[in-house]
């Protein structure tokens, strides 16, 4: 056993020799993307910080933007997944623009990639890029980066109460920097998208989280429903599978610190989730147009119990990953 740990070690400073040399290229290809194709989904390096980092080629659905129109959604913002590579072949699945797959291989300007739905089929050339993506390997507190996201903002006021006296676009930013301060005190490394009232495109915050390669992202909000005291409670959501542990994670962490019900984790088709490649969550920390929400979320400590439970959930997983390596 002790030597087997010895080899392993020997064989982790080896990975991480090469693995320096091969992550400084690998940035600057990042920055110059598409990346060129290669058969290797994945590939374990060293980060500048001495995390362990795995990668892989991911695959966004790239649709011509001139096809497009933002405000109307048209056959345009879908792209067929093919069961063979072939136009004639059967449409397994339509995938939606900015939406993210594992590259699973190329032929004859064909990529096969692997779906969030599971579905294994392949997209033409044309409406693919190809990026290189990394992933900390049991990152431990102080390795993580995580981008905090102030939902709305500006001209985008979001929610509000049914008294008028809470608007969500204030709220989220006062909750944010209080999870921000809370996580940097056990050495996160934290970024805001934004720390004043500012409007932000959705685009922008996906880019953002990417551009800063966060290991977590988070978009705080508070729900509101189509009638008032239809729905209370707190919600965690996730759009991509490989996130969903983490989401349960937090959401349990959130459910242990806060007297709002909880109405659990669910998959929520958010552009600021479904455009990201990083791991990424959205909380709705209650309806504002629940006047039993509203008596817990303007209590004073309300949005301290938010920060401990986000503090709380790192943690747990954190220590998760480390129980299971
Ligand atoms: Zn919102």
Redesign the pocket.
Known sequence: MKKLKFTIGILMIMLGFFGVIWQRKEQNEIQSQPVPLSNKTSFMTVADNKSLTVSSQKVQIHVDPALYSTTVETENDYVALKKYPNSNSTTIDKLYRGEWGMYLGSQNGWIKINTNDGNIGWVKKENTQITTSLRKVNPTLTQLKVVLDA??GGIDT??ESNDGTLI?KELTLQTVKKIGAALEKIGVNVVYTRTQDNYLALDEIAEKSMRESADLFISI??DKYDYDNGMNGQTTYYYYQDDKFMATVINTALANNLTLGNNGVRQGNYFVLRQSNRPSLLLELGYLNSDRDVAIIKQTDFQNKVATGIVAGLRTYVNELEANK
């Open positions: 939902g709305h979001g929610a969500e909000h508070y």
